[in-house]
């Protein structure tokens, strides 16, 4: 009986390499405007909610659309600066969040496709170490220990569900 595979779709090594050389070309090109906060730094600045933006959106609006009645003595030129890499950060960050979900996803079903073929073979080793067979014993000696035994005689849970 064969097992259900629930990802049969697999990278090549040219294709691996190319998501890796992907990734440093994205990590250099934004190095050097990157920046690691400590948990204090993220703290005190923290990030503009929903209203805040708002609110910078509509200062931004009024500096475009009627400029003089913007103060005079602010950069207008690094507001714009800021505010346009906010918005590419932002788009970024969407897109990378939707790979990274994806990348995740794609990761978990690989992981249930070799938990559910080490439990096939986990029973299968059981199965040949109850024949005699040589070599099946050790094998089930080393194996058994991922499967504590707490009085109860039942499966090993599914992966997650502990």
């Known amino acids: 009986m064969p097992l259900p595979n629930l990802n049969n779709a697999h990278l090549t090594p040219a294709q691996i390499t190319a998501a ?11 190095e050097m405007l ?11 600045y923290g990030s503009i909610n929903e209203q805040n933006k708002l609110l910078v959106n509509k200062v931004w609006d009024y500096r ?6 913007s103060v005079p003595d602010l950069d207008w030129a690094e507001f714009e600066n800021d505010y346009n890499s906010r918005l590419v950060m932002e788009n970024l960050e969407h897109r990378w969040g939707a790979l990274q979900e994806k990348i995740k996803n794609t ?9 559910q073929a080490a439990l096939a073979d986990y029973a299968y080793t059981l199965y040949r170490a109850g024949s005699q067979v040589a070599g099946y014993e050790t094998k089930m000696n080393e194996l058994k220990q991922f499967f504590p035994r707490n009085g109860k005689r039942s499966a ?5 569900e502990e």
């Open 20 to 30: 890796e050389d992907a990734l440093t070309q994205l990590e250099t090109a934004l």
């Open 34 to 44: 990157t920046v690691t906060l400590t948990p204090h730094e993220r703290s005190a």
């Open 64 to 69: 475009r659309n009627a400029p003089s009645l």
């Open 107 to 115: 990761k978990i079903l690989h992981d249930h496709d070799n938990y």
């Open 156 to 160: 090993p849970a599914p992966e997650g």
